[in-house]
């Protein structure tokens, strides 16, 4: 296997330059990028960057959703050694700031007119930011501001320079190392100035390689890219598996069209975090408390049998005969209509992590015949650090460690971790590096956890989260809040759930309550509110 994204991408479009690499849906159309013009367009993009000044190690900022040329522009960027660095699209400008001037950007390629004003809002604190490429033209046509551009006039100028220099992409593309740094990504910065995470080609690909020989992911398989490019997780199952599998990755219209175009595409692979999967299950109930009487008592009746016996068809495990006829009658009538409605019907692998999910909204799409499981990883760690075999996917762990993972707990109980795919440093923050990363590889996830008797990682919260009750009768004992709040969450009319009870006799729970899923069941039963406060 070639060991650089780009090397990737051009041993892809040598060897099936027609098979689709990613499509992309515009004005309700579907439109198709072969892994040849997959190429074509990142040497042209590559070629123009180069002509513009892009200079090896040095970073590049990518702001935007889930679009092809996006991806191409990050593969340019690669191309010539430089370091792409996707910011999230709903950041404000001044959260730009920050890492824009930590990493001495000078380049960008962003989105649109929205993406535009962000950095001309910005362009006075970052005096270096000299070139600004848009992808998508509307509402820019007036903008005439030094060194903004549009990305399809930089194509058009790469394109020229690659006729006259048609070796300088393959030569900058053979200069690369699988030790080349390959991308930074900014932590969340919740306790001060967000952390620049450095992976490089090698901790990346090691990982996406690892996840795709787990869960046997080939070139037929085909993922939605909906979650934003910043994120990590996006970045291995949209990009860094993209290019490892050679799968299709299928880029939305817009966030307000994610549900259709799920159906439209029907995903063999996908990930969700839980909340994600909690609103999903929420539409499936208000629907159902809307309609007939028939469709309602059919419903409860299938999901009794779905929830008694389908995670044990799932995992392989034997079944009656008269479970099995009710299993497969509810399949037809129920179960296949629901996996359709989600846009999971083609669903071969689903997976959930950020945080914990509950226990019977776990059971629930495995009792309905979504092969969902959990993984356990972060930023730091390329993702995979544990995955969950088929037919050992339990609500309470994140599975076992994965291909080339260590794990030991510290005194405290803190998860450590050792791994090809730990990051290579924060940028520019050789203190915070030294707290995470041991002198001897081991990185601190500052998780609290323990291995179970199946050699399964069983994740307790963060350590600094954990609580101790005092007093009564279950004094000293530890409780998780987390574990509490996603066991309420599950209720279809709590939106969020927040615990409390460290150093305290009892645990203490404040609820969010689902406006809508409530309002429903209001309007059911003829009970008049004026707003929230009413139906709290």
Known sequence: MQDTFPRLLLEHAARRPNAPAMREKEYGIWQTTTWAGMAQLVEAIACGLH???????????????????????????????????????????????????????RFAVVEDQEQVDKMLEIRDRCPQLSHIYYDDPRGLRNYDQPGLGALEELIASGKAFAQIHPQVFREQVDLAKRDDVAAMFFTSGTTGNPKGVVHTHSTLIDRAAVGTRFDKLTENDEVLAYLPPAWIGQNIFSYAQWLVAGYVVNCPESGATVTIDLKEVGPTYYFAPPRVFEGLLTTVMIRMEDAGALKRKMFHTFMDVARRIGPNKLDGKPVGLMDSVMYALGNLFVYGPLRNSLGMSRVRVAYTAGEAIGPDLFSFYRSIGINLKQLYGSTETAVFVCLQPDHEARADTVGVPCEGVEIKLSETGEILVKSPGLLKEYYKNPAATAEVLTADGWYHTSDAGFIDASGHLKIIDR??????????????????????????????????????????????????????????????????????????
Request: proline residues 5%; aromatic residues 10%; charged residues 25%.
């Open 51 to 105: 002509q513009a000044g892009l200079q090896r190690d040095e970073h590049m900022i990518v702001i935007g959703a889930n679009r092809p040329r996006l991806y191409a522009t990050m593969l340019a960027a690669q191309s010539l050694g430089a370091i792409p660095v996707p910011l999230y699209q709903d950041a404000v400008g001044a959260e730009c700031v920050f890492p824009i001037n930590n990493a001495d950007v």
């Open 463 to 536: 350590v600094k989260d954990v609580g101790r009750i005092k007093g009564g009768a279950f004094d000293k004992a530890m409780f998780a809040p987390k574990y509490v709040e996603n066991k309420l969450k599950f209720f279809s009319y709590i939106k969020e759930a927040v615990a409390y009870g460290d150093q305290r006799e009892k645990v203490c729970i404040m609820v969010n309550i689902d406006m809508e899923a409530v309002g429903n069941w209001a309007e059911r039963r003829n009970l008049p509110y004026a707003g929230y406060t009413d139906l709290a």
